[in-house]
Nanobody
Framework: QVQLVESGGGLVQPGGTLRLSCAAS???????????MSWHRQAPGNQRELVAV???????NYADSVKGRFTISRDNNKNTVYLQMNTLKPEDTAVYYC?????????WGQGTQVTVSS
């Protein structure tokens, strides 16, 4: 059973930084390194949206709202994906979810709360 466990969320002031981590485990057959990994977020009253995605080949893409501020990365030796978030804004406040996808296989983490407020 694949498990994704997010950590690193919290309360931060506008302009601050946070680094989210997503530790993955339980892969059988296909390894972590073959999965596309992504971060999504959902604010109250809003739909869940894609924030950033990194492919198995380390190609990264970002939502326009976070380009230049957020960086997604992965460490296949640690089965972990990261989201470095800089220059945080109040509108970045949301629950952030980790997602793994390969072919018809898709898994979600339980989410971690990020609150940007003074």
């Amino acid at each position: 059973q694949v498990q994704l466990v997010e950590s690193g969320g919290g309360l931060v002031q506008p302009g601050g930084t946070l680094r989210l981590s997503c530790a993955a485990s339980g892969f059988t057959g296909f390894t972590f390194s073959t999965y596309a990994m992504s971060w999504h977020r959902q604010a109250p009253g809003n739909q869940r949206e894609l924030v950033a995605v990194i492919s198995a080949g380390y190609s990264a893409n970002y939502a326009d709202s976070v380009k230049g501020r957020f960086t997604i990365s992965r460490d296949n030796n640690k089965n972990t994906v990261y989201l470095q978030m800089n220059t945080l804004k109040p509108e970045d406040t949301a629950v952030y979810y980790c997602h793994a996808n390969l072919l018809s296989y898709a898994y979600w983490g339980q989410g971690t709360q990020v609150t940007v407020s003074s």
